[in-house]
Antibody, heavy 119, light 112 residues
Framework: QVQLQESGPGLVKPSETLSLTCTVSGDSISHYYWSWIRQTPGKGLEWIGF???????NYSPSLKTRVTISVDTSKNQFSLNLSSVTAADTAVYFCARVPTGLGDAFDIWGRGTMVTVSS | DIVMTQTPLSLSVTPGQPASISCKSS???????????LFWYLQKAGQPPQLLIYELSKQFSGVSDRFSGSGSGTDFTLKISRVEADDVGVFYC?????????FGQGTKLEIK
């Protein structure tokens, strides 16, 4: 059974960098695209970006200047870095799998991790 | 960005009755490959969204056949043939035709 687990600090200071890791278990990270999505009460669900196991990425234009997604195939993990955070980046952050054959749907999600940006 | 607009934002349904949710996109989601890149998710309380329907009308593995997706171009519908108590949550449509992928604002289903 494939499982995804987000991990990282739950509190980040304004202007600092938010860093999260998604650990994949039950399957190799080398077979799919992987994505980060966040959810806020105000803006709802927002796609952040995705990465392929070879390191190729695509980011949301609204976050592109601040986002970096990376992958570590040896650890079966991928990570999100979001720089220069503000209170608007307070959200629940989800990682998700993007399999082939489903039209880029997110078929398996982590449970999500709440990140608060506050001093 | 493609804007996804759902209606209604909430609905209350008696168990056993049907329900319908509408989703409209700001541009057609029909790709040159003939597929329509429209998806439906259900988010239950305290859980991540779960995939129900992909590519307009295809049921994801393990999803009840009470859920069906239809539509074309810019107008889409999720239908629940007979609502059950376990269907409570927020339904979202999403498009993956064009980056950035975008979601509707959600429709909250409650049971009468």
């Amino acid at each position: 059974q494939v499982q995804l687990q987000e991990s990282g600090p739950g509190l980040v200071k304004p202007s600092e960098t938010l860093s999260l890791t998604c650990t994949v278990s039950g399957d190799s990270i080398s077979h799919y695209y992987w994505s980060w999505i966040r959810q806020t009460p105000g803006k709802g669900l927002e796609w952040i970006g995705f990465i392929y196991y070879d390191g190729s990425t695509n980011y949301s234009p609204s976050l592109k200047t601040r986002v970096t997604i990376s992958v570590d195939t040896s650890k079966n993990q991928f990570s999100l870095n979001l720089s220069s955070v503000t209170a608007a980046d307070t959200a629940v952050y989800f990682c998700a799998r993007v399999p082939t054959g489903l039209g880029d749907a997110f078929d398996i999600w982590g449970r999500g991790t709440m990140v608060t940006v506050s001093s | 960005d493609i804007v996804m607009t759902q209606t209604p934002l909430s609905l209350s349904v008696t168990p056993g009755q049907p329900a319908s949710i509408s989703c409209k996109s700001s541009q057609s989601l029909l790709h040159d490959d003939g597929k329509t890149y429209l998806f439906w998710y259900l988010q239950k309380a305290g859980q991540p969204p779960q995939l129900l329907i992909y590519e307009l009308s295809k049921q994801f593995s393990g999803v009840s056949d009470r859920f069906s997706g239809s539509g074309s171009g810019t107008d889409f519908t999720l239908k629940i043939s007979r609502v059950e108590a376990d269907d409570v949550g927020v339904f979202y449509c999403m498009q993956s035709l064009q980056l950035p992928y975008t979601f509707g604002q959600g429709t909250k289903l409650e049971i009468k």
